[in-house]
């Protein structure tokens, strides 16, 4: 064997050995991360959060029809905000919600916020959250006419009537 040829298997053995170390960090960092505890639960969060963004997203951009100086106009959800906000009136912006959210079993709760504080909240009256079941919080910024920024959060989960838990504990006994 000449030197040439004792250079290039030494040099092929080293190329074998880096891959191989190679293919072990890579397998071990896969394996540590798929096997990491709660990774599961991130991702299910992840999803949650994804469809609570959406269901605030929607709701901020449903059209709403609305007296404004004595003429209707349509509307989205976000400028009726801002103008309730401007107006010191959520009288329409509560039924408008109403009408849009009280159609399922969920209980719901809205919250607008400033930067001094919170401005007004709403939600589903007579319903109360189901204990244990998977919520939706989330949360997002609209700018109102001044640019300043509004906070509106929502929270959404499953929901029970309070007349149905009423009429579950006088049937237990417990009231």
Not at 34 to 45: D, R
Not at 109 to 133: A, H, V
């Amino acid at each position: 064997m000449n030197k040439k040829s004792q250079s290039e298997i030494i040099l092929n053995v080293f190329a074998l050995i880096v891959l191989f170390i190679v293919i072990l960090i890579f397998w071990f960092l896969l394996a540590f991360e798929v096997a990491k505890p709660g990774i599961e639960k991130q991702v299910i969060n992840a999803q949650e959060n994804n469809e609570g963004n959406l269901i605030l997203i929607n709701y901020l951009r449903t059209p709403v029809e609305v007296e404004i100086d004595k003429k209707n106009k349509t509307i989205n959800i976000a400028d009726l905000i801002i103008l309730s906000i401007q107006k010191n009136n959520y009288e329409i912006l509560d039924k408008k919600t109403k009408e849009l959210f009280n159609l399922n079993n969920n209980y719901w709760y809205i919250s607008l916020w400033k930067d001094d504080g919170l401005i007004y909240e709403f939600n589903r009256e007579n319903f109360q959250p189901r204990l244990g079941i998977t919520e939706v919080k989330v949360e997002t910024f609209i700018p109102n006419y001044n640019k300043e920024l509004i906070k509106v959060s929502m929270f959404v989960q499953e929901g029970v009537e309070i007349t149905e838990i009423q009429e579950a504990l006088k049937e237990a006994g417990a009231v």
